[in-house]
């Protein structure tokens, strides 16, 4: 069992920046495939950015360059870095654990990002 939930999510002007968070509860990530995904108005939800401690790191081309995802442990938090927002960015961010073993798939409650002039 794993709870996720997401945080800094706001509003911002093109060229900003900001730094969301994903905070897990009840158990570690541990051997899993952990991700950031967006959902924007109208659009299919798109994954942005996923994370392994074997595999690395992997972006979608839209992303890549700008954000940045990382894994802290020994806080059970998974972050996404976004710098140089653009007015597409705007969505509905949610973090996303997979366990390989089980298989065992969980989602937060999303987080908002807007970004406008």
């Known amino acids: 069992q794993l709870q996720l939930v997401e945080s800094g999510g706001g509003l911002v002007q093109p060229g900003g920046s900001l730094r969301l968070s994903c905070l897990a509860s009840g158990s570690g990530f541990g051997m899993s495939v952990v991700g950031w995904y967006r959902q924007a108005p109208g659009k299919q939800r798109e994954r942005l950015a996923t994370?392994?401690?074997?595999?690395?790191?992997n972006y979608a081309d839209s992303v890549k360059g700008r954000f940045t995802i990382s894994l802290d442990n020994a806080k059970n938090t998974v972050y996404l870095q976004m710098d140089n927002l653009k007015p597409e960015d705007t969505g509905v961010y949610y973090c996303n654990v997979y366990r390989i073993i089980g298989r065992d798939d969980y989602w937060g409650q999303g987080t908002q990002v807007t970004v406008s002039s």
């Open positions: 994370i392994t401690s074997g595999s690395g790191t």
